[in-house]
């Protein structure tokens, strides 16, 4: 699984234009995500990657894409900061965290992480799979 992060000025309508594209496109947006500063960064799942990868460069989005890997929490508090702990204390960088599951109990994140390998090992059977429904 894979998404897109498209950064871009931090204004009205960004996120709108993007979403709008992939919309007339027929890609429906899964899980999307906005972080906002000096800048944004907007970051999409798209239910069909090629399609939106195809999508944004025929646009002349340039959007940066990211491998996922899916990781499962229990429903309490503390479940993003053992996950983040577990991943800083292994030197593993996550890049973006993203909810994409948060049906009661089951409690899944998106994560694009600097090594997938590693974080896949110190997450153990947390690493599960996530397909949109």
């Given at each position: 699984?894979?998404?897109?992060?498209?950064?871009?000025?931090?204004?009205p309508g960004e996120l709108a234009k993007i979403t709008e594209l992939l919309?007339?496109?027929?890609?429906?947006v899964v899980a999307a995500g906005l972080a906002v500063g000096a800048t944004g960064a907007i970051v999409i799942i798209g239910n069909d990657e090629d399609k939106t990868r195809k999508a944004l460069a025929n646009a002349s989005v340039t959007a940066r894409e990211v491998s996922l890997l899916i990781a499962q929490g229990k429903d309490q508090p503390g479940e993003i900061a053992w996950?983040?702990?577990?991943l800083a204390d292994a030197g593993v960088n996550i890049e973006l965290l993203l909810p994409v599951d948060t049906t009661p109990g089951a409690h899944?994140?998106?994560?694009?992480v600097s090594?997938?390998?590693k974080a896949k090992q110190v997450l153990g059977d947390r690493v599960t799979t996530w397909?949109?429904?």
């Open positions: 699984m894979r998404a897109f992060i498209v950064e871009s000025a931090n204004r919309a007339t496109e027929n890609i429906n996950v983040s702990r577990k899944k994140v998106a994560l694009a090594d997938e390998a397909v949109y429904k």
